[in-house]
């Protein structure tokens, strides 16, 4: 375990935002981490858990313990017919395993390829991009209580995925540190390439290997969303909302050309970044704070923007949006400390 007092969280977020946490605790066995539930050792409250810090708009310091899970290995468990079942530690980054997965020849998360973060944030968020979503592979999440440092076993269903959420997001929230998680793979690939220009990028590349497919959504990705290491970002702002099937006729009645998804709940999800886009906010920028000129769905720091600079933004933006389309926009990024 490594404690380290009045720390620059710059390193630790996306947006690169300059802000100080009072202790950052780093957790590498599980032992380690009950300790510090099991009432062995005191810590400050409140507790953030923090993996790489990409789905997070910090507006302030965090005056309490951030803790940084940092339990590594990726694992080969089991081989099942025409699946494997393998797992990661909470501290993997997220591509690593998935360039791993490729590498062996195991499908299921080549589409996932390129996504910031870590594993152990993949189920808080079920993750998604480009016709694919983490939910489908996970089988299980092994987390510790934070309020009692008890391991408990999520199951697939226990985990209540949906779009961008779990349980872990919601009734459970703050109660549990993921540890270790779970994925059936395909040995037998089949390509997934329905979603916009993917099947073009990847007939370019030759046969739709699982490498190819992985280095297609890898180039998509790099042309449209700006690389956080260079611009501050948290990659998409807002969830695309999703509404009944009513309500998307009556909207694409007054704006034609709305771009309309068909929703695994029978309903039509809207793409945010267009509404956002006709809204006028596309390439705006407010002093350091701005919408990404390529993709509006993305909010940036160009430099010097503050947490609070990036949430204002984002309040107007989404005034804005319900004005003109009566839609609501939800965030998908979380915003830690006081707006
Ligand atoms: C350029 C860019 C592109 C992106 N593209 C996508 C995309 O295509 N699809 C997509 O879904 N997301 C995307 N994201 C968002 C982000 O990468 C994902 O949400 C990612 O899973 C967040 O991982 P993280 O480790 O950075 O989590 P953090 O931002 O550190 O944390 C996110 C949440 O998870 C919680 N958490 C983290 N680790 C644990 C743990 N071990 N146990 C319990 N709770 C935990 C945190 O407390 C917080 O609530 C993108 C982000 C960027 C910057």
């Known amino acids: 375990m490594r404690i380290c007092r009045n720390i620059s969280l710059k390193p630790y977020n996306t947006f690169g ?40 708009l910090f507006t302030g310091d965090f005056s309490g313990t951030i803790l940084f899970p940092a339990f590594s290995r ?31 020849g195991f499908g299921g998360l080549e589409n996932l390829s390129g996504i ?104 998509i990705r790099q042309r449209k969303l700006p690389d956080p290491k260079v611009i501050g970002n948290a990659g998409s702002f807002f969830k695309n909302p999703v509404v009944s099937r009513i309500v998307a006729e009556k909207l694409l009645k007054s704006f034609a050309g709305l771009p309309l998804f068909d929703d695994p709940s029978g309903n039509k999800k809207l793409a945010a970044g267009w509404m956002i886009e006709q809204c006028g906010w596309k390439g705006w920028r407010i002093r350091d704070a701005g919408v990404h000129e390529k993709q509006a769905l993305v909010l940036v720091n160009y430099g010097n923007a503050t947490g609070k600079d990036i949430f204002d933004l984002s309040e107007k933006i989404r005034i804005s949006v319900k004005d003109k389309f009566e839609v609501n926009l939800e965030r998908e990024v979380e915003v830690t400390g006081t707006i």
Not at 79 to 86: D, L, S
């Open 17 to 56: 935002l300059e802000y100080m946490a009072d202790t950052m605790i780093h957790v590498r066995t599980e032992k380690e981490a009950k300790a510090l539930f099991n009432g062995e050792l005191s810590w400050k409250k409140p507790l953030l858990i923090l993996g790489g810090g990409s789905n997070i």
């Open 74 to 104: 990726i694992k080969f468990e089991e081989h099942k017919n025409e699946h494997v079942i393998v797992s990661a530690g909470a501290g993997v980054e997220w591509d690593k395993l998935v360039e791993w997965t490729v590498r062996m």
């Open 116 to 219: 910031p973060g870590n594993v152990g944030a993949v189920p808080v968020q079920n993750i998604g991009a480009y016709g694919s979503e983490v939910k489908d592979y996970i089988t299980k999440v092994r987390t510790i209580s934070t309020t009692d440092g008890k391991v408990r076993v999520f199951s697939n269903d226990e985990c209540r995925f949906g779009y961008r959420t779990s349980v872990f997001k919601k009734s459970e929230k703050g109660k549990y540190l993921v540890t270790r998680v779970y994925f059936k793979l395909d040995l037998n690939f089949k390509p997934n390439l329905n979603y916009g220009s993917l099947n073009e990028e990847v007939d370019r590349l030759g046969q739709p290997t699982l490498r190819n497919v992985r280095i297609a959504i890898i180039n």
